[in-house]
Each structure stands twice: as structure tokens, then as C-alpha cells.
């Protein structure tokens, strides 16, 4: 009858062993719970930096490629030009370019567009700015803003976007070119571009890059 008793477990012993995996058990998930919100805070962190550079990639490679032509006529609007002004947080630039990539065959379209660079108001959300990029098919002397074109969010929840421009004949920086003015009509040497972007903590993250621009006098006769 001693031996019996003496090879069971007590009811103490039992709630003890029990206290003490339900304790190695927490532990376990909250190590486990901690490692998955890292892992999801480290890919955040790598696809916002990842989605700012290629924002400011494709915007040096487009502003490297902008031209502006020899145009004739009194029209109100030319079908290439270099326009940049301060819109508050996001500045907005327009300017034709190069850089057009025709990716379906069969359309209207050549080697040649308008792009533009614009801030917007999230439709899901009035407090998150995106910076936008619309592109036209064509170049036509009309007004950019109602040509056909097709419009998407290049960087997502930026805090500001501002452009710099070089005036190579002057030697200074400006803030702002509009190549319809006269004595203007000739595009920057270099675009320095600021995009400052808000991170997966809710802090403010700057990015910047230059453009040279190649071809810098009006092309054509």
C-alpha cells in the first residue's frame, strides 16, 4: 500500500506541472508573436524604401529625358514646355520628355509624352497626400490637363515632394520655371528632388536624388 501511493503524483504536483507549461507556453508565443511583428515591421521598412527609391528613380530617369521644341503660332498652349510650381506640400511639374515607353502595340502614341507630378488627397483617407504620376499618349497643343492620359499613385503617404531647378544661364537655383515665359524658353541643367516620405513608425524619412537634364535648348527649327 505504501509503494501504490508513493509512485502517483499529488494534486499539487499535477497544478504545479500544469502552472508550469501553461508559463513556458506564454513565453513561447509571446517570443514567437514579438519575431512575426518585427518580421512584419523589417518588410514595411523594406517595401517603403524600396517604393521611395523607385519614385525618385523614375522621376530623375523621365526629367533626364525632358525636351522642348522650336514651336510657331500664337496658340495659348505648345505641345512640349517645362512647367514647375510650389502646390504647398507636393510641388507640381509638367514637361514633355522622352522617356514615353510604348507597351501596347496598335495605338496612337510615339516615343514622346507629357508627364506630370502632382500631389493628391487619399480617396480612403483625406489625412494621407500621395504623390501622383499622369502621363499622356500624345504630345498636341492644348490644354495637359485634358488630354487623354492615364493617372497612379507613385509613392504612397508622402509628407513633402519639392523639386529645385538650376538655371545654367543665370547660375542659381529657382523654385519654379515656366519655359512660356519669355526670355525662359530653355529647360534646367539639373532637377534636385526632395521626397520626404512618412515611415511605418509615423516619422518623417527624406529621400533625395538629381537629374541632369541632357538636352537643355529647344530642339528643332
Known sequence: MRRSRDAGFTLIEILLAMAILAFVTTMMWGSFSQTARNKRALEAAQERVHTARVAL?????????????????????????????SQGAVDEVSFST???QRLRGGLAEGDTSIVTYYGERDPDDSKVTNLMRR?????????????TGESYVLCPDVARV???FYDFKKKEWEKAWDTHTVG??????????????????????????????????????
Request: aromatic share 10%; glycine share 6%; no cysteine.
Open 57 to 85: 528613380m523614375r522621376m530623375a530617369r523621365e526629367l533626364e529625358m525632358a525636351y522642348i521644341g522650336f514651336e510657331t503660332g500664337g496658340a495659348p498652349y505648345t505641345r512640349t514646355f517645362f512647367t514647375a510650381s
Open 98 to 100: 522622352f522617356a514615353h
Open 135 to 147: 502621363e499622356t499618349r500624345r504630345l498636341q497643343a492644348d490644354d495637359p490637363k485634358t488630354l
Open 162 to 164: 519639392k523639386f529645385s
Open 184 to 221: 525662359a524658353e530653355y529647360v534646367p541643367s539639373h532637377v534636385r528632388i526632395t521626397l520626404i516620405v512618412i515611415d511605418e513608425r509615423g516619422q518623417e524619412v527624406t529621400y533625395s536624388t538629381d537629374a541632369r537634364l541632357r538636352i537643355t535648348e529647344r530642339l528643332g527649327t
